[in-house]
């Protein structure tokens, strides 16, 4: 049984190198859509221990306070990048690209993951089960349900209890949230998703829901941008260092200050134009890029970046 359940684990994982062996599209997004009718699929993940963690889908933070148990309903792709962060900070992140949608004909499901330990304490991701997306769920008191990137607590008072991997004790912590927004949870014990009489999501009459459109991205919190600065210092050549920003800029989002930062880390002018230029697309406030050009000593790579961002805009 286990090696079934890691045998599709890795389908799910390998799938998008099938269907480009396949010959489709590139834009594989865009496909899927037009194609097969692709719905949107639920991810779940749960910690074996009650250990609570932060889940980032695709750069977002999705949870606002860390969780032990998290349900995200209407997933907008089919390939999502899956980032596990631990608020003690003594657990290395786990990162993972997990295609959500079934392997063999791509339509729509809940997959679901559990976060284990091994004998040394590293966290591990690992496959669950999968099975159809339930558009009529309800989740039991402890779990965080909410749809893709809009943080919103369902319920108020979370307690959780799970063993600290370093020392062996059990910790039990209390967290109490506010709900700002109560369109989800609004019609959720009658299964209905929308708020509306036309909102039911796939309640058996209906199904005419559409998603909010996704939320704008969120910058690196602090802890995970020292890291990224400390990462790009320690490399000896600087076309490592920009090799290891650009590494880290393709998988997160900056904002104007934080690329600021990272082009002060190179020694040579035009390094920090690659890098400017290549993480204009990844910032979270573009209308204060222009602050970016002040990095520059020479009034002509100044004005050469300020000619790509009005290009670019």
Not at 7 to 34: H, I, K, V, W
Not at 47 to 59: D, H, M, R
Not at 122 to 138: G, P, Q, T, W
């Amino acid at each position: 049984m286990k090696s079934s359940c890691s045998l599709l684990f890795a389908m799910l994982l390998a799938s998008s190198a099938t269907f480009a062996q396949r010959g489709y599209p590139g834009n594989y997004r865009q496909y899927q859509y037009e194609n097969m009718q692709y719905d949107n699929s639920v991810l779940s993940i749960f910690s074996e221990n009650g250990e609570p963690f932060f889940l980032i889908l695709n750069g977002i933070k999705q949870n606002l306070t860390p969780q032990s148990k998290i349900r995200v309903e209407y997933l907008p792709k089919y390939q999502n990048d899956v980032q596990i962060m631990f608020p003690s900070g003594r657990t290395q992140p786990i990162r993972r690209t997990v295609n959500i949608a079934d392997p063999i004909d791509g339509k729509a499901v809940n997959l679901t993951l559990r976060i284990s330990r091994g004998r040394g304490g590293m966290a591990r991701l690992k496959f669950h089960r999968m099975s159809e997306c339930d558009r009529n769920y309800h989740g039991p008191r402890d779990e965080y349900v909410m749809y893709y990137g809009k943080p919103q607590q369902i319920n108020t008072v979370t307690e959780t209890t799970f063993m600290d991997p370093i020392t062996g004790q059990w910790i039990t912590e209390t967290t109490t949230t506010t709900t700002t927004d109560n369109n989800y949870g609004q019609h959720h014990n009658n299964g209905q998703y929308g708020g509306g009489q036309n909102g039911n999501y796939g309640g058996g009459r209906n199904n005419n829901y559409t998603p909010p459109p996704p939320p704008m991205p969120m910058e690196m919190d602090a802890r995970s941008f020292n890291d990224a600065k400390q990462s790009i210092s320690s490399a000896s050549f600087e076309n490592t260092k920009l090799s290891t920003a650009r590494t880290i800029i393709n998988g997160n989002y900056m904002s104007t200050g934080q690329i600021m930062e990272v082009c002060r880390l190179f020694s040579f002018e035009n390094t920090k134009m690659t890098f400017a230029k290549d993480a204009y697309s990844r910032c979270t406030d573009p209308q204060n890029y222009y602050k970016v050009a002040s990095v520059m000593d020479f009034d002509s790579n100044k004005k050469a970046l300020n000619d790509f961002i009005n290009a670019n805009r």
